[in-house]
């Protein structure tokens, strides 16, 4: 069994599955191929910060907080947050990730 596909960087809106060949070989060495496509199952990610309205990065891609994706389950996927912010004139530094690792954290 052979599985080809990729593991990082799309959403739902890509066009991603992954293929699966199954090859067998008789005694005589004889084979046969039989390949499927298989689409891998979704979930609604939420990225929230606190304040809200905060720049964050998703694999490159740049957001406001709160934003809502579709995603690719098991797909390796990077966010970032900024060092800081400046949110009613007040200063917010990242402290770290919420326990649900979908909100940030900032502190002031």
Same mark, same amino acid.
């Given at each position: 069994v052979n599985v080809t596909g990729p593991i990082a960087g799309h959403s739902t809106q890509d066009n *991603?599955?992954?293929? $699966? %060949?199954?090859t067998v070989t008789n005694a005589a060495g004889v084979s046969s191929s039989t390949?499927?496509?298989l689409r891998p199952l979704e979930v609604n990610m939420t990225l929230t910060s606190n304040p809200p309205g905060v720049t964050l990065?998703?694999?490159?891609?740049?957001? *406001?907080?709160?934003? $809502? %994706?579709?995603m690719l389950i098991g797909f390796n996927t990077v966010v970032?947050?900024?060092a800081g912010t400046c949110y009613n004139?007040?200063?917010?530094?990242?402290?770290?990730?919420?326990s649900s690792l979908n909100s940030k954290v900032l502190s002031d």
């Open positions: *991603v599955y992954f293929i $699966v %060949t199954l390949s499927i496509n990065t998703m694999d490159n891609n740049v957001f *406001v907080a709160p934003y $809502v %994706t579709d970032e947050a900024p004139s007040v200063q917010y530094n990242f402290a770290g990730w919420a």
